[in-house]
């Protein structure tokens, strides 16, 4: 494999795949600039809003389309875009400029979006930069329906498609030619075409940089979703050893069925609680169909980002009974609004460094009107006694007593006017900052348990950019400084009797769990789409030789070190499962 012509990306959505290239090139539009005869002024403006009508008709087909192929939740781009395009106020001004300024309509609508585009662009924040291929994708389709041009999009079936970049329109679209990959120059983790294809179970690359100058139509290519390579021309081996891999992966499927309902727990009788990690209610039907686990983690983001803004107590108390409802008599622990950052603000707001400014509890404890009324309806949502909350981005002592306090505040009003809630309703804290890892023994004696953040603890520990192209060969989940900052947060909340779960990504990954089971976390929320795998190396691993393991590799000190011995002990664990 190490002739191999391979090229790295950014994995976005895991599966591995053998076929062909498609290069899909995008027909670029050209704009017309002219200036308006006053006879032709009408005829523009109708043109103008006819393309809306006919842009706005292709994307509801497409929604459509999508919300049979990967429901509701995953197609809300696409009512985000029909909506754009029914603004009242930009399609009027747009009409306005036309009939004044009397120039073609082409121009004056790729002036005004290019304004949001522009500052979308500029963005620091890596969700709103992806926003900018969503916009891009409107006007391109708004022109282009002005032009009264066709989209060309027919290909064959069963071939990897590469393009420079791919809006959820595309994504969606090329799936009903079984496409069986996608590889992008651009794009970022939290793009719609990146979420669209994990939804889809199609494996993508994405961040390629200039992967359509390297391939062509008609290449032969491996594309790992997983591993976020394309290999180029691979050989007869190369080829061999991915068949077989991709064999495994589809047995290995077939045998996690049979374990779903088998208890989370080593050889050696030590049971560790395994828990999904959810965003919509949607995912809820897994929750059902793999033998009623817990939800480690309930993102509360999703309501924001729906409703267009924060939702009322009521809608939120009807979100969080009907979760409770669900889940009965597993628990669910409730994450407050986590956003900021990589995630969208509740307002306009420039930082240069939106990691590290207004986002987690910081924006909560800011608007306490918010997050008064999420903790209400939080705590009238718990009368099933199985709801838990996380406070995420604490970095002080501080915040989390002024964040207690307003519980206490919410709850004595409760007491006075005879609200029913559940009175031993436990309080924990995301260890996500490494000022929280350092304290972890002090935060411990303020909460009943902790939820570690492998996300963003490991990119504030590295300084590295997760999301950033250039340097993400350093963001290294088995760097030694974060094995070994794992380990004194599980020691700090046992010594302090309080229980510790992992809900970042690294709790998902399987060379992980032997980390986890050797340090003895209580705890493992992860993906839905993992949740079987990771039930099934815990259950083939054994605790005590795990632990010993763990102290053996907290010595090493690069991160190419630790990852070889991770492999080979998995590898003696693992080998007839095909887990790896």
Same mark, same amino acid.
């Given at each position: 494999?190490?002739?191999?012509?391979?090229?790295?990306?950014?994995?976005?959505?895991?599966?591995?795949?053998?076929?062909?290239?498609?290069?899909?090139?995008?027909?670029?539009?050209?704009?017309?600039?002219?200036?308006?005869?006053?006879?032709?002024?009408?005829?523009?403006?109708?043109?103008?809003?006819?393309?809306?009508?006919?842009?706005?008709?292709?994307?509801?087909?497409?929604?459509?389309?999508?919300?049979?192929?990967?429901?509701?939740?995953?197609?809300?781009?696409?009512?985000?875009?029909?909506?754009?395009?029914?603004?009242?106020?930009?399609?009027?001004?747009?009409?306005?400029?036309?009939?004044?300024?009397?120039?073609?309509?082409?121009?004056?609508?790729?002036?005004?979006?290019?304004?949001?585009?522009?500052?979308?662009?500029?963005?620091?924040?890596?969700?709103?930069?992806?926003?900018?291929?969503?916009?891009?994708?409107?006007?391109?389709?708004?022109?282009?329906?002005?032009?009264?041009?066709?989209?060309?999009?027919?290909?064959?079936? #069963?071939?990897?498609?590469?393009?420079?970049?791919?809006?959820?329109?595309?994504?969606?679209?090329?799936?009903?030619?079984?496409?069986?990959? @996608?590889?992008?120059?651009?794009?970022?983790?939290?793009?719609?075409?990146?979420?669209?294809?994990?939804?889809?179970?199609?494996?993508?690359?994405?961040?390629?940089?200039?992967?359509?100058?390297?391939?062509?139509?008609?290449?032969?290519?491996?594309?790992?979703?997983?591993?976020?390579?394309?290999?180029?021309?691979?050989?007869?081996?190369?080829?061999?050893?991915?068949?077989?891999?991709?064999?495994?992966? =589809?047995?290995?499927?077939?045998?996690?069925?049979?374990?779903?309902?088998?208890?989370?727990?080593?050889?050696?009788?030590?049971?560790?609680?395994?828990?999904?990690?959810?965003?919509?209610?949607?995912?809820?039907?897994?929750?059902?169909?793999?033998?009623?686990?817990?939800?480690?983690?309930?993102?509360?983001?999703?309501?924001?980002?729906?409703?267009?803004?924060?939702?009322?107590?009521?809608?939120?108390?009807?979100?969080?009974?009907?979760?409770?409802?669900?889940? @009965?008599?597993?628990?669910?622990?409730?994450?407050?609004?986590?956003?900021?950052?990589?995630?969208?603000?509740?307002?306009?707001?420039?930082?240069?460094?939106?990691?590290?400014?207004?986002?987690?509890?910081?924006?909560?404890?800011?608007?306490?009107?918010?997050?008064?009324?999420?903790?209400?309806?939080?705590?009238?949502?718990?009368?099933?006694?199985?709801?838990?909350?996380?406070?995420?981005?604490?970095?002080?002592?501080?915040?989390?007593?002024?964040?207690?306090?307003?519980?206490?505040?919410?709850?004595?009003?409760?007491?006075? #006017?005879?609200?029913?809630?559940?009175?031993?309703?436990?309080?924990?804290?995301?260890?996500?900052?490494?000022?929280?890892?350092?304290?972890?023994?002090?935060?411990?004696?303020?909460?009943?348990?902790?939820?570690?953040?492998?996300?963003?603890?490991?990119?504030?520990?590295?300084?590295?950019?997760?999301?950033?192209?250039?340097?993400?060969?350093? @963001?290294?989940?088995?760097?030694?400084?974060?094995?070994?900052? =794992?380990?004194?947060?599980?020691?700090?909340?046992?010594?302090?009797?309080?229980?510790?779960?992992?809900?970042?990504?690294?709790?998902?990954?399987?060379?992980?769990?032997?980390?986890?089971?050797?340090?003895?976390?209580?705890?493992?929320?992860?993906?839905?789409?993992?949740?079987?795998?990771?039930?099934?190396?815990?259950?083939?691993? #054994?605790?005590?030789?795990?632990?010993?393991?763990?102290?053996?590799?907290?010595?090493?000190?690069?991160?190419?070190?630790?990852?070889?011995?991770?492999?080979?002990?998995?590898?003696? @664990?693992?080998?007839?499962?095909?887990?790896?």
């Amino acid at each position: 494999m190490d002739k191999d012509t391979t090229f790295k990306g950014v994995p976005v959505s895991p599966g591995i795949s053998i076929g062909k290239v498609y290069l899909y090139v995008r027909n670029n539009f050209e704009i017309d600039s002219r200036d308006l005869l006053p006879d032709e002024i009408e005829k523009e403006t109708a043109d103008f809003q006819k393309s809306l009508e006919l842009s706005i008709n292709e994307l509801s087909k497409i929604r459509n389309y999508s919300y049979e192929k990967i429901g509701e939740a995953n197609s809300l781009i696409f009512d985000a875009q029909i909506e754009f395009l029914k603004d009242k106020f930009f399609m009027s001004q747009v009409i306005h400029r036309i009939q004044n300024e009397k120039r073609a309509a082409g121009y004056i609508f790729n002036e005004e979006i290019s304004k949001l585009e522009d500052a979308l662009s500029a963005s620091k924040d890596s969700y709103l930069k992806d926003r900018f291929e969503d916009i891009k994708d409107i006007k391109n389709r708004v022109i282009r329906n002005l032009k009264r041009e066709k989209l060309v999009s027919k290909i064959g079936e #069963n071939l990897i498609i590469v393009s420079h970049e791919l809006t959820p329109a595309d994504t969606i679209l090329f799936s009903k030619r079984k496409v069986l990959g @996608y590889a992008t120059d651009k794009g970022g983790n939290t793009s719609h075409a990146a979420i669209i294809s994990r939804a889809l179970r199609i494996p993508a690359v994405v961040g390629m940089k200039d992967i359509t100058r390297s391939l062509v139509t008609g290449d032969f290519v491996i594309i790992d979703g997983s591993s976020g390579i394309i290999i180029k021309d691979p050989s007869v081996e190369t080829i061999d050893f991915y068949k077989k891999k991709i064999q495994k992966l =589809l047995e290995n499927e077939e045998r996690l069925k049979e374990i779903i309902d088998l208890p989370c727990e080593t050889t050696d009788k030590k049971e560790f609680e395994l828990s999904a990690n959810i965003d919509f209610d949607e995912e809820i039907d897994f929750i059902i169909n793999t033998g009623h686990c817990g939800v480690g983690l309930y993102r509360t983001e999703h309501l924001f980002l729906e409703e267009g803004g924060f939702p009322s107590e009521e809608k939120q108390t009807e979100e969080y009974t009907h979760i409770s409802d669900v889940i @009965y008599p597993k628990s669910v622990t409730i994450r407050t609004y986590d956003i900021g950052g990589d995630k969208l603000l509740p307002r306009s707001e420039k930082e240069d460094n939106p990691f590290l400014g207004w986002r987690g509890i910081r924006i909560c404890l800011d608007r306490e009107d918010i997050f008064r009324e999420q903790l209400r309806a939080i705590y009238r949502s718990s009368q099933n006694k199985n709801i838990r909350i996380l406070f995420p981005m604490i970095s002080s002592i501080a915040e989390i007593r002024k964040a207690k306090s307003i519980v206490k505040e919410i709850l004595d009003d409760f007491d006075r #006017n005879g609200t029913e809630y559940d009175k031993e309703l436990k309080t924990g804290i995301m260890i996500e900052v490494p000022s929280a890892s350092i304290m972890a023994d002090a935060l411990a004696k303020e909460v009943d348990f902790f939820s570690i953040g492998t996300n963003d603890l490991i990119q504030y520990l590295l300084a590295v950019d997760r999301g950033n192209s250039l340097i993400s060969g350093l @963001y290294q989940e088995f760097h030694p400084a974060v094995l070994r900052t =794992l380990k004194n947060i599980t020691e700090a909340a046992h010594s302090n009797n309080i229980t510790v779960s992992v809900c970042g990504e690294m709790a998902s990954n399987p060379l992980a769990a032997v980390i986890f089971t050797g340090l003895g976390v209580d705890e493992l929320s992860v993906s839905p789409s993992r949740f079987p795998e990771i039930k099934q190396i815990i259950r083939k691993l #054994n605790h005590k030789e795990s632990s010993e393991f763990c102290n053996e590799i907290l010595c090493l000190t690069t991160e190419e070190e630790i990852r070889s011995r991770l492999e080979n002990y998995m590898e003696k @664990y693992l080998r007839e499962t095909g887990s790896l």
